[in-house]
Nanobody, 130 residues
Framework: HGLLVESGGGSVQAGGSLRLSCGVS???????MAWFRQAPGKEREGVAA???????????YYSDSVRGRFTISRDNNEMILYLQMNDLKAEDTAMYYC?????????????????????WGQGTQVTVSS
């Protein structure tokens, strides 16, 4: 497998929007794709996940802190994973990472466990000012 490369981070004011992208063209065999974030001094947190269309329900998963504001999606033609982030809050400030599980370790809904993912991007910084 190749690299995961995120883009789209930046600085916005509270209430603004950003869209993160992650090239996943080398991961056609993925079991689950997800976005995580990590703020300074905090543990890495699962934000949203999407299981492969060939295996599990197409229903995306979200953490309680972002549900209703963030949307995860995948362009299967361009092989890009997106995270649309609306109504951003100061507490959304973090480094955001794209992650892929190819081994099925996120089975049974364990999408938010970081140790289930074997491939990670380098991260893209999101800073929200209040």
């Amino acid at each position: 497998h190749g690299l995961l490369v995120e883009s789209g981070g930046g600085s916005v004011q509270a209430g603004g929007s950003l869209r993160l992208s992650c090239g996943v063209s080398d991961f056609a065999d993925s079991y689950c794709m997800a976005w995580f974030r990590q703020a300074p001094g905090k543990e890495r947190e699962g934000v949203a996940a999407l299981y492969s269309l060939d295996t599990i329900s197409r229903t995306p998963y979200y953490s309680d802190s972002v549900r209703g504001r963030f949307t995860i999606s995948r362009d299967n033609n361009e092989m890009i994973l997106y995270l649309q982030m609306n109504d951003l809050k100061a507490e959304d400030t973090a480094m955001y990472y794209c992650a892929v599980d190819v081994g099925g370790f996120t089975f049974n809904g364990a999408w938010s466990r970081a140790d289930g993912y074997g491939y990670w991007g380098q991260g893209t910084q999101v800073t929200v000012s209040s």
